[in-house]
T-cell receptor
Framework: GAVVSQHPSWVICKSGTSVKIECRSL??????MFWYRQFPKQSLMLMAT?????????EQGVEKDKFLINHASLTLSTLTVTSAHPEDSSFYIC?????????????FGPGTRLTVT | AQRVTQPEKLLSVFKGAPVELKCNYS??????LFWYVQYSRQRLQLLLR??SRESIKGFTADLNKGETSFHLKKPFAQEEDSAMYYC??????????????FGRGTSLIVHP
């Protein structure tokens, strides 16, 4: 159990366009979802935390107007990269966390490779 | 503030050798600590958490509050253990929610 999916798995877009990435918890209710960015051979950088039905909390240095996060239901969160630029090219990973007693464990999606040309 | 330190970026050992991946943390309360593993071309997955006190795939990790460490150990490394290992802490932040903090990761390479 505890499967998290992401869609798309990879996307190529032109500079200036927006792209939406979906993160779904398939078999559990995710009260909290996290969005990370991972650079090659580096650690995960937490971008934001989203709780269902409330605004996302962004980490310092992450532009909330550029990385729009919506967590409209207990099984779906979306990350929209607006006006994408080549420097936004990265691997974006979401994770979901359930209710107690599994409210500390995270279940990760497979990631989305974004390439901005 | 909570912080997780993995001092080794890369650990290279031969098959059958013991392995210890170091993790130190900084947190004022009682932390929940985890080890996650990412095999090549696969998603991150939970390896073990400290409160379960399990041995998964031969790996164990003991929380040492005195040394604020949560090192991951395996007595005999296997080639299939080659992966990226992340130590993570889940700590309560202002507002009451639990926020995860990851270490930078240690790449374990097990040579035949």
């Amino acid at each position: 159990g505890a499967v998290v999916s992401q869609h798309p798995s990879w996307v190529i877009c032109k500079s200036g366009t927006s792209v939406k990435i979906e993160c779904r918890s398939l078999d559990f209710q995710a009260t909290t979802m996290f969005w990370y960015r991972q650079f090659p051979k580096q650690s995960l950088m937490l971008m934001a935390t989203s709780n269902e039905g409330s605004k996302a909390t962004y980490e310092q240095g992450v532009e909330k107007d550029k990385f729009l996060i919506n967590h409209a239901s207990l099984t779906l969160s979306t990350l929209t990269v607006t006006s994408a630029h080549p420097e936004d090219s990265s691997f974006y990973i979401c994770s979901a966390r359930g209710r107690w007693p599994r409210d500390h464990e995270q279940y990760f999606g497979p990631g989305t490779r974004l390439t901005v040309t | 503030a909570q912080r997780v330190t993995q001092p080794e970026k890369l650990l290279s050992v031969f098959k059958g050798a013991p392995v210890e991946l170091k993790c130190n943390y900084s947190y004022s309360g009682s932390p929940e600590l985890f080890w996650y593993v990412q095999y090549s071309r696969q998603r991150l997955q939970l390896l073990l958490r400290h409160i379960s006190r399990e041995s998964i795939k031969g790996f164990t990790a003991d929380l040492n509050k005195g040394e604020t460490s949560f090192h991951l150990k395996k007595p005999f490394a296997q080639e299939e253990d080659s992966a990226m290992y992340y130590c993570a802490l889940s700590g309560r932040v202002e507002g009451g929610s639990y926020i995860p903090t990851f270490g930078r990761g240690t790449s374990l390479i097990v040579h035949p």
